[in-house]
């Protein structure tokens, strides 16, 4: 019994060995071996592998010579093996990630055994479809149109311009001269000679290595210059731009390579090479502006004969999608009038222009002192009697009128501090004067002896009734409005009535103080007239938008009136705007300001600003003037300027005159 039950085992065991060779068809080496090609060459590095016919190494360096300008590692998995004998095939399913498109295809691989191993047989045609031998792949962008930027009336702003990229172009001189022609490139240009030669040195054997982008060749560099350097080219192309170099170069920003600090924040939306917007509303919008761009992936033979042209084949391609224009209220004839204006003043500086009607920000110009920062928009300055405007409505709103007697001593002293009116203030207007006659002339005093019946909270709002220090929805662009705290007291309250303290203003905010004088009610400034298509887009990490002074535009015929912050504050009404209208007019016809009743066309407005700041004595002094004409209040302001009357006032006679 037992030794019939042995043969029995013995029998099922033969059955089974005999079952499981045959079931061993090699199938599970091919696999494992199709699977090892498929990680190699995710890994870029196929030196470990057995090949049919082929050195590994020489594989390896083949592989990384054809895709090495891709500069990417793709993602590969291998599908489903045929076997056939000693022969088994699969598909090798590539996906690579090339700028912001995805290449993916299929290659068939094959593999052959040779004993109990698995070799692969080498062909380039296994990296990517239609590349012959000798042939080397590469990755081009293909560059998104920037939208353009464009004033009222749709008027181009910013739009493509002819430039030159001046630079070198390693592909037209040798190796062993990159180098140099580098270092002569920067010394032309003016760059720094170690950075340039390292941004040659790293980049691919067939790069072109920008060094500056050229308006116009100048008399220093010259196309003959460029040439004399081996390698050096001035490639003519285009580039959005602004009319001039120095156009509303605060407001608008400028569009260059992304820096590698842009890059790092971008999360993947820039690589180096790209075309993004630093400062200003090219890198608030820059999503919005700069598109999408398309690539381009080319296979290039060797040339048949030494300098001749390689002939190149694109493999795989996307369209590349122009970016949206952005429209802005800016008119080019007054922003060009107001920068004009200021290209003689030292001190930093800036003329705001808007239309009351609309709210309709036609011009914000920073002067060449300001050293490219927003003066115009984003400056923090004390307003000095400007603020007068915010005072008076406040008063009356306590019951007084134009006409209303106030006292004009020649100082006042709050807790130990010493007030007193500005140097030249006339004689005439000291003592018991109207509301009018003090405000015309600028009457320190009679607005700090207010201090008594207008409380701070009373100031506050005075102010936002005015549109001031409240936020600007429709604005859709960085700015300052202002600010005016609700709560002080002592010679801090003293010092409010007449715009110092702890009150702080920017051009923009004093603009839209006198427009809404000229409206008979509160204006909300706006610029961006389509932030609202930008507000599906992810916004540039590195753009530094404010939400409060973002949002959405309305169209430029939209009421400028906006509701003032805090709710319970009532807007200026018009018979209130009126009784101001009267004074600013005032300032003109019988105040300091008389040199404005010469501007043609409707009569002038206006309320000049004086504000000491610092620790100099005498102090220096920030110079203001606001003014009204006809459908326009602008503002000006320079940070270092003495009195508003003798030094904005010029400035604002001259942009008034000319702007017509």
Not at 517 to 535: C, E, F, T
Request: charged residues 20%; contains cysteine.
């Amino acid at each position: 019994m037992g030794k019939l039950r042995n043969l029995v085992l013995g029998l099922v065991t033969l059955v089974m060995a005999g079952s499981l060779t045959a079931c061993d068809d090699g199938r599970s080496g091919a696999e494992s071996a199709a699977k090892q090609l498929a990680s190699a060459l995710e890994a870029l590095d196929v030196g470990q592998l057995a090949f049919d016919g082929k050195d590994a190494s020489a594989a390896n360096d083949e592989l990384k010579a054809v895709v090495g300008g891709l500069d990417a590692k793709p993602s590969v998995q291998s599908g489903d093996l045929k076997l056939d004998g000693d022969k088994a095939t699969f598909p090798l399913n590539y996906s690579w990630n090339i700028g912001s498109a995805k290449w993916e295809y299929s290659r068939e691989a094959t593999l052959k055994k040779s004993g109990d191993k698995w070799a692969v047989q080498w062909s380039p045609s296994l990296l990517a479809p239609e590349l012959a031998d000798g042939q080397t792949l590469s990755a081009k962008t293909v560059a998104a149109q920037r939208g353009q930027i464009l004033g009222s009336g749709d008027a181009p702003i910013v739009e493509d311009r002819p430039v030159f990229r001046v630079g070198i172009d390693k592909t037209k001189t040798s190796e062993d001269k990159w180098d140099a022609s580098a270092r002569a490139m920067a010394e032309l240009l003016g760059l720094d000679a170690e950075d340039y030669a390292k941004q040659v040195a790293g980049s691919g054997p067939q790069a072109f290595v920008e060094g500056i982008v050229l308006r116009a060749y100048t008399a220093d560099i010259t196309e003959a210059k460029i040439k004399a350097i081996p390698g050096g080219v001035s490639i003519l192309d285009s580039m959005a731009l602004a009319p001039t170099r120095t156009f509303a170069r605060a407001l608008l920003g400028s569009v260059g390579q992304a820096s590698a600090e842009q890059i790092e924040k971008s999360n993947g939306a820039l690589r180096a090479g790209d075309t993004t917007g630093t400062g200003g509303l090219q890198q608030k919008y820059d999503s919005l502006l700069r598109g999408k761009d398309g690539v381009e992936v080319v296979a290039t033979a060797e040339p048949a004969a030494e300098g001749a042209t390689p002939e190149t084949k694109v493999l795989f391609s996307t369209p590349a999608e122009a970016g949206t224009t952005l429209k802005t209220t800016l008119d080019l004839k007054l922003q060009q009038l107001a920068e004009e204006t200021l290209a003689g003043v030292g001190p930093a500086s800036a003329i705001v222009a808007l239309k009351p009607s609309t709210g309709a920000v036609l011009a914000a110009a920073s002067g060449p002192g300001s050293n490219g920062y927003n003066t115009a928009l984003l400056g923090q300055y004390a307003p000095g009697s400007t603020f007068k405007i915010v005072d008076s409505l406040a008063m009356f709103r306590n019951g007084a009128t134009p006409d209303s007697k106030v006292d004009c001593p020649s100082t006042v002293t709050v807790d130990g501090r010493t007030f007193k009116n500005s140097e030249g203030y006339p004689e005439s207007s000291l003592g018991s004067v109207t509301l009018t006659d003090a405000f015309a002339h600028s009457c320190n005093t009679a607005f700090i002896n207010a201090r008594d019946t207008v409380s701070q909270d009373q100031l506050e709002s005075a102010a936002t009734a005015l549109g001031v220090a409240v936020e600007a929805p429709n604005l859709g662009v960085d700015a300052f409005l202002g600010s005016v705290p609700g709560e002080a007291a002592g010679t801090e309250h003293a010092a409010s009535m007449i715009g110092q303290g702890k009150v702080l203003f920017s051009p923009l905010s004093a603009a839209i103080m006198a427009a809404s004088v000229a409206n008979g009610a509160p204006v909300s400034p706006q610029l961006v007239l389509n932030a609202d298509a930008a507000a599906a887009q992810t916004q540039n990490p590195d753009a530094g938008t404010s939400t409060a002074e973002g949002g959405t535009a309305s169209p430029s015929s939209a009421p400028a009136t906006v509701p003032a912050s805090p709710a319970s504050t009532k807007p200026i009404t018009k018979e209130e705007a009126a009784s101001l209208s009267t004074m600013m007019r005032a300032v003109v016809t019988s105040g300091h300001a008389g040199f404005l009743a010469q501007v043609p066309g409707a009569p002038v407005g206006a309320k000049t600003g004086t504000a000491e700041f610092g620790n100099d004595d005498p102090p220096k002094t920030h110079a203001w003037i606001v003014a009204v004409h006809g459908d326009l209040a602008v503002a000006v302001f320079v940070e270092d300027g003495g009195l508003g009357a003798t030094t904005s006032g010029p400035l604002l006679k001259t942009f008034l005159t000319a702007a017509g």
